[in-house]
């Protein structure tokens, strides 16, 4: 079993940005490949980034260049810093453990950590 805990969301204004924090209950250098995924009320959950344990990133076309993901494996803590925040960024955001190319590792979800874009 693995629990996540995301944090770090908020109310900001477009063009705003937002660091989000996701704490997890073991190592995340085991899990392997990690990501962050995020929903919209009415819409499936869809894929952000991801990040494997060489630090090779990928990410969702309409976050490239804005968002950086990363991970620290000693704190088992990934990362999501994301800037030039814009109104269809919001959402809730949720981290997993990744199976390639993007589809969640584990069943079970935290949270999740809301982000509201908005003036």
């Known amino acids: 079993q693995v629990e996540f805990v995301e944090s770090g969301g908020g109310l900001v204004e477009p063009g705003g940005s937002l660091r989000l924090s996701c704490v997890v209950s073991?190592?995340?250098?085991?899990?392997?490949?990690m990501g962050w995924y995020r929903q919209v009320p009415g819409s499936q959950r869809e894929w952000v980034a991801t990040?494997?344990?060489?630090?090779?990133?990928d990410y969702v076309e309409s976050v490239k260049g804005r968002f950086i993901i990363t991970r620290d494996n000693s704190k088992n803590t990934v990362y999501l810093q994301m800037t030039n925040l814009k109104p269809e960024d919001t959402g809730v955001y949720y981290c997993?453990?990744?199976?390639?190319?993007?589809?969640?590792?584990?069943?079970?979800w935290g949270q999740g950590t809301q982000v509201t874009v908005s003036s």
């Open positions: 997993n453990g990744v199976e390639r190319p993007t589809t969640p590792k584990f069943d079970s």
């Open positions: 073991r190592s995340i250098f085991s899990i392997g490949i």
């Open positions: 990040v494997s344990t060489g630090h090779l990133k």
